[in-house]
């Protein structure tokens, strides 16, 4: 897969740990400079020691569901920076998960809403104004799930709320493609992370099975492969899109899952 991503200054969200941290780490192995984001100082700052070896990469502590903090963000990432050329969003997961509709009250709904709608939105809003104000191309990437192709009852408040990004990457880059300014969504399947197995662990809870059982039931066997996605594989694609070589893809949605949703994509 073509692409180059050597000194481009991105940024990555919900990245300390998980499918955000090794986004960063892929992304620096390739060249590119890279701020990450955490709500937790602690966490931030032993990610940016593990990331220290591959490339520049900066942090910025911040929570995604407040306003000033997202505004923060993106201020100071430019300054660290001297520029953003890409948005990688990425979300953390909803403190309920996972919980089944019956269980959801209002205030994890409004977690919800504000984690994987407002805050990429808003971020988004913020970005698109200060590249058209400094007349400069940008990219968006938006990471989602498989899942709001085919939902899983037990993360029905995040694969509702998220499925919106499809219509962002869409309406950004019909709106601003013109200008140079380009966007995406991206469906991921199964990644092996700290947060994908502390949902099973509590699956498997409720189910009162091992936990081995519930990962080979809902990871493994959902797809022909039977194993995760690749970090490399993850890295290669995003690098693709962050490139010049993906300008007609302006605006789609790719989904990688290796197969494990049965819905096409139209």
């Known amino acids: 897969m073509a692409g180059d991503v050597s000194g481009k200054r991105v940024l990555v969200t919900a990245s300390s740990r998980g499918i955000g941290f090794n986004i960063a780490r892929e992304l620096l192995i390739r060249g590119a400079r890279v701020t990450i984001n955490s709500r937790n100082p602690e966490n931030l700052s032993r990610a940016l020691e593990k990331l220290e070896r591959y490339g520049v990469a900066h942090g910025v502590r911040g929570d995604l569901r407040k306003r000033e903090d997202l505004e923060k963000l993106l201020s100071t990432s430019w300054k660290l920076m001297n520029g953003i050329d890409a948005l990688v969003w990425n979300a953390p997961n909803v403190s309920c998960e996972p919980c089944f509709l019956h269980e959801a009250n209002y205030d994890d709904w409004v977690e919800a809403a504000l984690i994987h709608s407002v805050a990429p939105g808003y971020l988004s809003s913020l970005l698109v104004?200060?590249?058209?104000?400094?007349?400069?191309?940008?990219?968006?990437?938006?990471?989602?799930?498989?899942?709001?192709?085919?939902?899983?009852?037990?993360?029905?408040?995040?694969?509702?709320?998220?499925?919106?990004?499809?219509?962002?990457?869409?309406?950004?880059?019909?709106?601003?493609?013109?200008?140079?300014?380009?966007?995406?969504?991206v469906l991921l399947g199964s990644f092996d992370t700290p947060g994908a197995r502390k949902n099973l662990l509590e699956v498997s809870r409720i189910k009162g099975e091992p936990f081995g059982e519930t990962w080979k039931r809902e990871v493994l066997n959902r797809t022909p492969l039977h194993r995760t996605g690749k970090w490399e594989e993850l890295g290669s694609l995003l690098t693709f899109?962050?490139?010049?070589?993906?300008?007609?893809?302006?605006?789609?949605?790719?989904?990688?899952?290796?197969a494990m949703t049965r819905a096409v994509m139209l």
């Open 129 to 185: 104004e200060r590249w058209l104000r400094e007349r400069t191309n940008g990219t968006i990437i938006y990471l989602s799930s498989a899942s709001v192709k085919e939902p899983m009852p037990p993360l029905v408040l995040a694969d509702v709320s998220r499925a919106g990004l499809i219509q962002l990457a869409k309406g950004l880059s019909r709106n601003y493609g013109k200008k140079g300014i380009r966007a995406y969504a």
């Open 241 to 258: 899109l962050l490139s010049r070589d993906a300008e007609y893809l302006l605006g789609s949605t790719l989904l990688m899952d290796g």
